[in-house]
């Protein structure tokens, strides 16, 4: 049985006026590079408030077993070159079940 390993990452904003313009700023290049290495990526997009109306982070699924990848291609996400995060947080998920395992594992 071989269950996909994925590296998932929860950036959280800082709390700061700038956030806003400097994610406005950076999308261009924060869209092309997605583009640039989408076929490592399970999943990825904003996070956003309770409310769903204000974008307060990112998350993003590697699909790599190499954790140093992972952080370089993150490294080279516009996004994380502005200083827009306060926090980023990794995580190994194991996919095991639902519709990205293609149903169950075992």
């Known amino acids: 049985m071989n269950r996909e390993n994925l590296w998932m990452v929860q950036c ?3 709390q700061a006026d700038d956030v806003t313009a400097l994610r406005e700023q950076h999308m261009v290049g924060h ?3 997605i583009e640039d290495i989408v076929d490592h990526i399970a999943m990825a997009g904003p996070l956003k408030d309770e409310a769903g109306e204000q974008i307060v982070g990112s998350f993003l699924a590697y699909r790599t077993d190499d954790l140093d990848q992972a952080k370089a291609w993150l490294a080279g996400d516009p ?3 502005s200083g827009i995060w306060e926090s980023v947080e990794w995580s190994r998920l194991v996919l095991a079940a639902g519709i990205l395992a293609g149903g169950v594992t075992w």
Do not use: F, N
């Open 79 to 81: 996004y994380a070159q």
């Open 31 to 33: 869209m092309k590079h």
């Open 12 to 14: 959280i904003d800082r």
